[in-house]
């Protein structure tokens, strides 16, 4: 075998071993704990009856993949991506009209910054009220949780753009619409991309949050019922499916993030 | 020849919450097809403030400015403006920056396309058509920069401190570079710039305004005739030309 011993090609070797090397480790020091918090158990150190354990969360997985547990998976992902697109997209449209019109982000400033400083889950019982229990409520809390951080950080990312090329643009003869399209939107698209990492996040804490004081189903509901009749291995299952959906959203933005620095020539900005 | 810009008796004042800047008083000024103008003046007394005009980025509280013998009412589309900094889109290739003027005139069609990709052949950025900014250095941007605001052929070039944001060595290249590429293509030119020796160095004229409200103090037909910049820079007339300017500028 040839050993190719240009600067290029050990620098990217070297790049190549440093992810090997950070991908072993973080396997590592989850082998690491998962290792730790079975061995504790087993040896009755701690009581898996308080702290459950790897092995206990699995049978309970195993128990409950046999018997009703994806429609408890499916209600959850649903209001989940549902409050997640909804207040993105609404949040988007809002930001977008608070953009063009000076006058109506004025005359809504203070209402904005009251409404994000209000504890959202304070309205919980009159969400129930208008709309009853159930999966449309949840979605309901994981928008409004969402709505308004949206709403502030996009109009935030549009408004950060260089006066200076809107000047250029204008002295082109753009129209309004042009400036957003052309030059807002796509200055923007970092920002918007990180709003959507932090509202991802927020729709889990809407829609679990949202389970926990007004649902009969899903995740929220398991944990919470868990924790009432003290089965701490099926509050711990559900916390492990979470992180894995969480996860596995978080993943899809990331791949949108690539797909936009690629088109964009290797960065973001 | 005829006018390309005029202004007559154009005064400008900028109203604020805290006050009212009165930034140009009673500035007249003709800029004829195919000349350079350089606009001098000390900072802040205005100088922006007369290109933006031109741009019909502003309207004159007094006065009227006409291009090409239309009053100017908004922005047209029919003049080019160029900045300190180049202001291309970082998420654009350069040949998208450079045909963004076609394309929001609605004006992209394969010939002009052709233009813009000639004019960036021509003017040494043929390999770069499908790089992105930041892979230029800043002598390479600002001329993309120019050749976006002439592919959309407007009647006018604005040029704000185009050089400033480079360092010395670039600046005498590029302001080289801009100088030839301006001529080859017949444009007109208004610049603006606080480098006396740049618009000695550039301009057939140079207007010299007073420090704020700015009027035209004086206006200087250069003769030096050499074919650029550079030459021009070690024409003996040079400084001669460079300390009537300085003095007329400080006084
Ligand atoms: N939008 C504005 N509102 C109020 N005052 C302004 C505005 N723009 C400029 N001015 C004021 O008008 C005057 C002229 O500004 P201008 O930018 O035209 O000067 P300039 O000669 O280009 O300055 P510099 O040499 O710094 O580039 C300055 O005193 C400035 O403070
Ligand atoms: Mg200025």
């Known amino acids: 075998m040839k050993k190719p011993c240009t600067p290029r090609a050990l620098y990217l070797r070297k790049k190549r071993n440093g992810k090997i090397k950070v991908l072993c480790l973080q396997v590592a020091v989850l082998a690491v704990f998962l290792g730790a918090w079975e061995f504790l158990t087993q040896v009755r150190l701690v009581d898996a009856f308080f702290v459950s354990s790897p092995s206990r969360i699995l049978i309970k997985l195993g128990q409950l993949f046999r018997q009703d547990f994806m429609p408890h998976i499916g209600i959850t992902l649903l209001e989940c991506i549902l409050g997640f697109v909804i207040s993105t997209i609404a949040g988007f449209l809002a930001a977008v009209a608070l953009w063009w019109s000076d006058t109506l982000r004025r005359v809504l400033d203070p209402y904005i910054v009251v409404l994000n400083s209000l504890p959202k889950i304070a309205l919980g019982p009159i969400i129930i009220i208008w709309v009853g229990a159930g999966m449309k409520s949840i979605i309901m809390m994981t928008f409004l949780i969402c709505i308004v951080v949206t709403v502030i950080s996009m109009l935030q990312s549009f408004l950060a753009c260089d006066k200076n090329k809107v000047f250029l643009m204008q002295s082109m003869g753009a129209s309004k619409l042009q400036i957003f399209y052309k030059l807002v939107l796509p200055n923007a698209v970092p920002e918007l991309i990180s709003v959507l990492k932090i509202n991802i996040g927020l729709a889990w804490v809407g829609t679990i949050m949202g389970e926990y004081i007004m649902s009969s189903a899903g995740l929220g509901h398991l944990i919470i019922y868990g924790g009432q009749v003290f089965q701490i291995d099926l509050v711990m299952a559900s916390i492990v499916v979470l992180c894995v959906l969480a996860g596995l959203m978080y993943f899809l933005i990331a791949r949108l993030e690539k797909f936009f620095r690629k088109r964009r020539g290797g960065s973001l900005q | 020849m005829d006018d390309i810009l005029t202004i007559e008796n154009v005064g400008l004042t900028y109203q604020s919450a805290a006050h009212e800047t009165e930034a140009l008083r009673d500035i ?204 021009r820079r070690e024409d003996p007339a040079f400084s001669g030309w460079f300390d009537k300017v300085w003095k007329e500028v400080g006084a």
């Open chain 2, 28 to 231: 007249s000024l003709r800029v004829k097809e195919g000349e350079f103008v350089a606009i001098v003046g000390p900072s802040g007394c205005g100088k922006t403030t007369v290109l933006s005009l031109a741009a019909g980025l502003l309207k004159p509280t007094a006065g009227s400015i006409r291009l090409g013998g239309k009053e100017i009412t908004g922005t047209s589309g029919e003049v080019g403006y160029m900045l300190q900094s180049d202001n291309l889109f970082a998420w654009r290739t350069i040949l998208q920056n450079v045909t963004l003027g076609l394309e929001v005139q609605k004006k992209n069609t394969p010939e002009n396309i052709e233009y813009a990709k000639q004019l960036l052949q021509k003017y040494g950025l043929g390999d770069f058509i499908k790089a992105h900014p930041r892979q230029l250095s800043g002598g390479m941007r600002q001329r993309a920069a120019l050749i976006r605001t002439l592919a959309f052929r407007p009647k006018l070039l604005l040029l704000d401190e185009p050089f400033s944001a480079l360092d010395f060595q670039t600046r005498l290249s590029v302001c080289d570079d801009v100088y030839a590429i301006i001529r080859e293509e017949k444009k007109t030119a208004l610049l603006v710039t606080h480098d006396i020796s740049e618009a000695v160095s550039l301009a057939d004229r140079i207007v010299v305004l007073s420090a704020r409200p700015a009027t035209v103090k004086r206006i200087y037909t250069l003769d030096i005739d050499r074919p650029t910049p550079l030459k």
